[in-house]
DNA sequence: CGTTATGAGTGTAACGATTCGCGATGTGGC
DNA sequence: GCCACATCGCGAATCGTTACACTCATAACG
C-alpha cells in the first residue's frame, strides 16, 4: 500500500498528529519539526489521503454539477464558467449528465449526495423541482441554474427566455417580416415553453396571427436544426423569417436553406438564442439572443460557494440573468 | 447528521452488519428481512456515505479526467464520450482542466491521486509525459488521450496528425492550388507541431517551397481564428487556399475572410482538421480531417476500466487512431 | 519562589462504513 | 437425535485522517 501519515510519523520520530498539522494548521507546529516533517514526508513519497481527509472532517472539496448534456458549446460554456470558480476555491468538479432525463437527473442528485460539498443543478423541467430537496433529504448547499417556481425556497437563476424570444421576434416583425416561423427546442423543456411564449405574444401584438405560422420541432442540436431546414425547404412558400430557439439549431437551418440556394437575410432572416462562442462565426454571422452563459457558470458556482462557506443558512434568493439582443448579419 | 448505517440498523432491529450486508452482499440475507431493511432505509432517507465507503474498501467510483480546457466541441466531444462509458461502469468524472499549462497539469495529476480510480490525461506537450508517473509515484491505472513518446511504458492513444494534415494539404494540391497558407495552434503543442510537419512534406513533395507560404500563428480558438482571417486579408496577396490547424480556426477565418467579401472556396479554399459537430454545418460547409474525437473518449475510457477491472496488471498499448480526410464544400 | 501563560507535542477517540471470525439460533432431513 | 445449512448478531479491527483534551517543559511575572 501508499505511505500513511503514521509511516511519516514513525520515521520522522513525530505523532501522526503532529504530521497532520504540518499540512494543515502547520502555524502550530515548530520551525524545525515542519521541516523535518516535510523532508521525510517528500523522501517517502508521502501524499494525503484525501478520502480520509474527507471523512474526518466532511468536506470532499468537490462540487457536483447535473447537466442535461455534458457536451455542446451550451453547457460547455456553463462548465468553463464553473470551473473558473472551482479552481480558484479548490475545488474539484464531479460532472453528470442527465441525458435530459428527469429520472436520471433525480438519480443522479441522490447519489452525488455525499461525494460533493454542494450541487449545481441544470433541470430541464422547473417543475421538476417541487420538493425535489426536501424529498430526496439533500442536506448540502444546491444552487439551481435555471429557474424555479418563484414560490420555492431554492436558489436559482432565471433566464429571460419570454422577453428575449419577444425581443428577436420583435425585431424581425420591425424587418418588416409578417410570415416568421419557428423551430422549437425538446417538447417538456421549460425554457422552450417560454420561449415560444414570448415569441408568440410578440406576433400577437403586431398583428399577426401565430396559429399561421410555421412551426418545426427539434431537439437542440445542429443536426435537427439541419433537418428543420429542409422541412421549411420543403414548405410550399417560404416563411420570412424564422426565430429559432437555440443556436445550434439556427445553424443547423442556415446550413440546410443556404444548401438550397436560399440566400440569408435576403430571402430570409434568421434569429437564434442563446449568443453561443459559434455564433458570431457563421456566415452570415447569426443574430441572437444573448443568455450569459459563461456568467451563469460563474455566479451560480459563486453563489454555492457562498453557501458553503457560510456559517449561517442563508436566504434563497432567485436572481434574474438579463437577456440582450445581439443584431448581426442574419436579419 | 445525516442518518447512518446504525440508525437504520436500530430502527429495523438488526445489525448494523445486517444492514451493510443488504446493501452489499444482498445474497447472504434472507429476503423478508431485507425488504424490511430496505423500506425503513428508504423512509429514514437513508444514502450510505460515499467517503466512508470509499475509504473502506479503497475505491471511488470516480475517473479523473485532465484536459487543457474543460470547454470547445473539441474536448467537449471526448468528454462525452468518456461520460457515455463512465455512466454505463457507474462511476463519476471528476474533471480538471491545466489549462494548457504544464504545470498545472502536473499538479491535477498530483492532488487527483488518491481521489479517483484511474485517471485519463491528455497533454499539450507529448515529452512531458517522460517518467511522469514515476516522479509522482502515481498508483492509480492512467491512460493518455494523446500520443506518448513510444519508448514509455503507459497506454496512450495516438492521432495521425502528421498523416491527417499531409493528406488535407495533398487534397488542396490536387485542387490545383499552388500558394498554400497554414493557421498554426499554440506553439508548444505537440499536435500542431505534427500537423505542421504533415503539411510541410505534402508541399515539399509536390515540389512547392513551404518557406515561402504565409503562416499564422493562432491558439485554436475560433477568435483567433478570425484574427487569422483579417491578417491574410491584409497580405499583398491572399493564397490560394488554407490549411488550418483546428476546425474552430479554420471557422473563424472564414468568417474573417468572407466578411472581407473573398468567396470560399472559389477564391480560397479551406481546409481543417478534427472534424468538429459543427464543421459540417457551416457554410461552406469545411473540408477537414476527422478525428474519431468522441471515439477517444470512449476507448480511453474503456481501456481505463478495463485496467482498474483487471487482476494482474496489462501491458501498456499504444493505440493510433486513424484519420480520414472528408472532403465538403470550402475545398 | 510560587503561580500562570504559552509553546510544542502527544494520545485517543471519532468519522461511517466494511469485513472477519465466531458464535447463536432455528430449520429440515435422515 | 444428530448434523448440515441458512440466517443473523456481536465485537473488534481497519481504512487514513483530523479534532479534542491533555501533558510537559520553559519562560514571565509580581
Redesign the pocket.
Known amino acids: ?9 514513525k520515521a520522522a ?9 504540518v ?3 502547520s502555524d ?7 521541516e523535518r516533517v516535510r523532508n521525510v514526508a517528500n523522501r517517502m513519497g ?8 474527507s ?4 468536506r470532499t472539496q468537490t462540487v457536483g454539477v447535473i447537466l442535461p448534456a455534458p457536451h455542446g458549446e451550451f453547457f460547455s460554456e456553463i462548465i468553463r464558467g464553473i470551473d473558473e470558480v472551482a479552481q480558484e476555491a479548490e475545488h474539484y468538479m464531479l460532472i453528470s449528465s442527465s441525458h435530459y432525463s428527469l429520472s436520471e437527473s433525480e438519480a443522479a442528485l441522490q447519489s452525488l449526495q455525499g461525494r460533493v460539498d454542494g450541487l449545481l443543478i441544470m433541470t430541464i423541467q422547473a417543475d421538476a423541482q417541487r420538493g425535489l430537496l426536501d424529498e430526496y433529504a439533500i442536506d448540502v448547499p444546491v444552487v439551481f441554474m435555471n429557474n424555479a417556481s418563484e414560490s420555492l425556497p431554492y436558489n436559482s437563476f432565471k433566464i429571460e427566455n419570454r422577453a428575449g424570444a419577444y425581443a428577436a421576434t420583435q425585431h424581425l416583425i420591425e424587418r418588416g417580416h409578417r410570415r416568421i416561423g419557428i423551430i422549437l427546442g425538446p417538447p417538456h423543456s421549460h425554457d422552450v415553453r417560454e420561449r415560444r411564449t414570448g415569441y408568440r405574444a410578440a406576433l400577437h401584438e403586431a398583428g399577426i396571427n401565430p396559429d399561421a405560422q410555421p412551426v418545426i420541432e427539434g431537439d437542440f442540436t445542429q443536426a435537427s436544426g439541419y433537418e428543420a431546414g429542409r422541412q421549411l425547404l420543403d414548405l410550399d412558400a417560404l416563411p420570412d423569417a424564422v426565430f429559432s430557439c437555440n443556436d445550434y439549431m439556427a445553424i443547423g437551418a442556415m446550413s440546410a436553406l443556404q444548401k438550397g440556394d436560399v440566400r440569408i437575410p435576403t430571402d430570409l432572416a434568421m434569429a437564434g438564442f442563446d449568443d453561443i462562442p459559434s455564433a458570431q462565426y457563421t456566415t452570415p454571422s447569426l443574430t441572437t439572443i444573448r443568455v450569459p452563459v459563461y456568467d451563469l457558470g460563474r455566479r451560480a458556482a459563486e453563489r454555492l460557494f457562498s453557501m458553503i462557506h457560510a456559517a449561517e443558512p442563508e436566504r434563497p434568493r432567485q436572481t434574474v440573468l438579463p437577456t440582450e439582443l445581439i443584431v448581426r448579419a442574419s436579419t
Open positions: 500500500m501508499s505511505v500513511t501519515i503514521r509511516d511519516v510519523a520520530d513525530v505523532s501522526a498528529t503532529t504530521v497532520s498539522r499540512f494543515n494548521h502550530l507546529v515548530h520551525s524545525d519539526t515542519q508521502y501524499r494525503p489521503n484525501a478520502t480520509a481527509r471523512l474526518s472532517h466532511g
